[in-house]
């Protein structure tokens, strides 16, 4: 019973360590890819970091785009050691050598705190208070994740996983229940509503010439482009003068889409 | 070197570029040169005038004050830097503790501040830096490692494949940047090509490199291109309209 009750412990503080080294060795991975990668592919959107970086260092006058490679590289470079560690580390939780798992684990972590720190610096230089807060979230979650794995023997022993038969089998019904609910919810509003994202829509007229059209949530810019020719087919005698786009200020909260206002004189 | 020195000399050394980066941004005031930071000046003016307090010198004492308070905690966190450097745990506590007893009431003051002006959003942001503040102190002091293990990492064989592993990786990272940048980078200058999406309205899909310049140029060359029609009407997509993340500005001119 003891040896049982001991290797439950093993096992669950292990899940959790591994949970945080397959983490941030995803993430490194997926950050180096995406530097890799470039800008959006078939498949791939990502982040132009390039063009990110540019207008960054082109803001602060220096434009030659040598200086963004070379910042780039210096990046990428901590994101992909920062990866070998934390996946060095995750095999070595594998093959059950907890001492070597947490040295690696250290230096992964020394390179995602150096790359958050770095980031951070930047952004008091360039002036983006919202990076600066997204990037020392991060670092503190680097930090967190080290007290979190060193720590996890502590407070992860749960002894026992097998739940009882009749809660397993009420929650499986319970699951297929809503699942069957929330599918059928969805599959119906696709059909009723897909045709949204490319259509034009109808107007309102609110006075002389002046138009209303409000976009359902899902409308994209050929919904747009669709109902600009549609307006025009429809009204040929008239020429657009102005499109005037409803500020978030003056909409009723998130309740309202994209709503914009045409103004059209007669063809002269 | 000890896991847990590793972890402090994070914390303090983070904390210490915050703070004198920030100094340094009330030093050089405004854009310049190499230095872009934010006008604190201007948004103190604007949250002031919003309160009906027009005399700019209310926002420049605010504004002095504040840097006062982050000069006070950017000097606490050098000096704890500075000791911890030396070895004198004793004294990098207390001035650690000092640095963060100083920024958690700095970052009160921006919260009360955030309440009275009404910015929400700067008091999420606020509340955010403040609770990560007095984490990281729990983390300095109480979540330090008991062990107070060393990193066990000889130059083994799996270290070595990792090395050059790294350094190939980084290779062909620094290939494809450089590839990416040779091809997008004449993004930044180069006018875009519009698309008749009906008559007389043309679509312009701006990437992300584009900006001022390259709006500037594509109008030039459209007019250029196009001199028998006459320009009437600009009109830039909204983000709602825009495919989220892929698509970076949608331009629409009407002409006749």
Known sequence: MTTLENKNTFNSTTLFRFGILLYWSLFWLINSLDKMIGGSQFLWVGKDRFAQFQRFFASASWENPIITNIALIFVSALEIFAFLFFTGALIHLYKRNEDSSRSWFIVGISFTLATFSIFAIGDHIFGDRLELLEHTLFWFITLFSWVAFVHSDKFLNVHNYVLPKKQMTASLLSITVIAMVTHFSIIKHKNEAYHERKDGINYALKGDDFYKFSFPFLAGSTSFENTLIDFKQNNPKKRIIEIYTLPNELRKQKADGLIIYILAEDKK | ?256
Not at chain 2, 138 to 152: C, I, Q
Not at chain 2, 207 to 228: C, G, H, M
């Open chain 2, 1 to 256: 070197m000890k896991e847990r020195k590793i972890i402090q000399f994070s914390i303090i050394l983070y904390w210490t570029t915050f703070w004198g980066l920030s100094v340094l941004d009330k030093i050089i005031p405004a854009v310049q040169k190499n230095w872009v930071g934010k006008d604190f000046f201007a948004l103190f003016v604007k949250f002031f005038e919003s309160l009906g307090i027009k005399d700019p010198l209310y926002a420049t004492i605010a504004l002095g004050l504040i840097s006062t308070i982050e000069i006070l905690n950017f000097v606490c966190y050098l000096f704890a830097i500075i000791n911890f450097s030396r070895g004198n745990t004793s004294l990098t506590e207390k001035w650690f503790y000092n640095g963060i007893l100083s920024s958690v009431v700095l970052f009160i003051l921006f919260s009360i501040g955030d309440q009275v002006f009404g910015d929400r959003f700067q008091l999420l942001e606020h509340g955010v830096f403040w609770m990560i503040l007095i984490a990281s102190w729990a983390l300095f002091k109480f979540a330090s490692d008991p062990e107070n293990r060393s990193v066990n990492l000889k130059f083994s064989k799996s270290i070595k494949l990792v090395l050059l592993s790294g350094i190939i990786l980084t290779v062909l990272t620094s290939i494809s940047i450089f590839k990416f940048s040779n091809e997008t980078f004449s993004n930044a200058l180069t006018p875009v090509q519009g698309k008749e999406i009906a008559d007389g309205i043309y679509k312009f899909d701006f990437p992300f490199l584009a900006d001022r310049i390259v709006l500037e140029n594509t109008i030039s060359s459209f007019k250029k291109e196009n001199p028998q029609l006459k320009l009437t009407y600009i009109y830039t997509g909204p983000n709602e309209l825009n495919s989220k993340k892929k698509t970076h500005i949608l331009l629409y001119l009407f002409t006749e």
